[in-house]
Each structure stands twice: as C-alpha cells, then as structure tokens.
C-alpha cells in the first residue's frame, strides 16, 4: 500500500523521477527530496472522488526550499482551473484560509499564512479547499492529515542536513 501510494505521488509531480530521493510514507504522505533544486517536500493526493470529473488530479505539498530560505511553503494542485476571479478557501479544525489562485494551483497568501496553516495541519484530522467561481460553482477537496506530522519533519530533516 505505502509503496502504490508512493508510485502513484510520484507520477503526478516526479517526471524525472530519478531526480528525487523517496524519504518515506506515513500514512495518505509521503516525503521526497530533490537535490538538484534543492527542496523537500511532503505530499499526499486528495480524496478519491467517485463519479466527479477532474481536469487535473489534485495534490497537496508542503516544501522547504533551504538555498530561497523558505520553509513550510503550502502549494494545492486543484482539480480545475480556477478562473481569475475565483474564491479559493483552505479549512481545517474550525479555521478558515483564504488561498491564492493562478492556473490549476492555489498558494498561501503569504509566509505567515503558511506557519499557520501547517501548525493547524498538525493537529487537525483532514482538511478541505473549495473553489468558488463567481458563477457559484464549488468543487471541494479533502485530504486526510494522518502521517503529516512524520513526512513534515523527515522533509524538513533532509534538507537541513543538505
């Protein structure tokens, strides 16, 4: 199971997959290093959605990136493009954030926003992102949070010992 999961993470966002290092799976996550860029980052794909056509299948990582000083930076692969005027809303254990959408792919507005997100992933059980477009449309994902603990810190540990 772990190593299906592991496969199936790295078709969707490893096209060089030799490229990565594979630190583990715990859980719906996984952790992967890149050494070329360098990152590290942990992921995990959505809920499967029976019968609901996605353009894209979505994802969720959180990456460090030690060389741009960035750590915990959140990014969603959304199941559609969202259109500019789009609404796109991350919640979790009662909280609610707003995210920044460009394409198929959502972001954080800004670091503070990240640290807060994932210190709220880290006790939650799941968490969900809806996109609204302005003509009422809403597509809402879910990924369980089980193991994120364990790929956060296995990814955060592989690039501080770069």
Known sequence: MKRALAAVLLMFVAPAAHARDALGVWGDWAAFRDPG???CYAIALARPAPGRVR???????????PTRDV??????????RAPPDARVTLSLGGQA???????????????RADAAIVAAMRSASDLT????????????????LAGLPSALDAA???????
Do not use: M, N
């Open 37 to 39: 860029v360098p990152r």
């Open 55 to 65: 353009e894209f299948e979505p994802y969720f990582t959180v990456a460090t990136w």
């Open 71 to 80: 750590r915990g930076q959140i990014h969603i692969r959304l199941p559609r």
């Open 97 to 111: 954030f707003p995210l920044v959408a460009g394409g198929a792919s959502a972001w954080a507005v800004d670091r």
């Open 129 to 144: 992102v809806s996109l609204r477009d302005t003509g009422g449309r809403v597509t809402r994902e879910v990924w369980r």
């Open 156 to 162: 955060a540990l592989a690039c501080a010992a770069r």
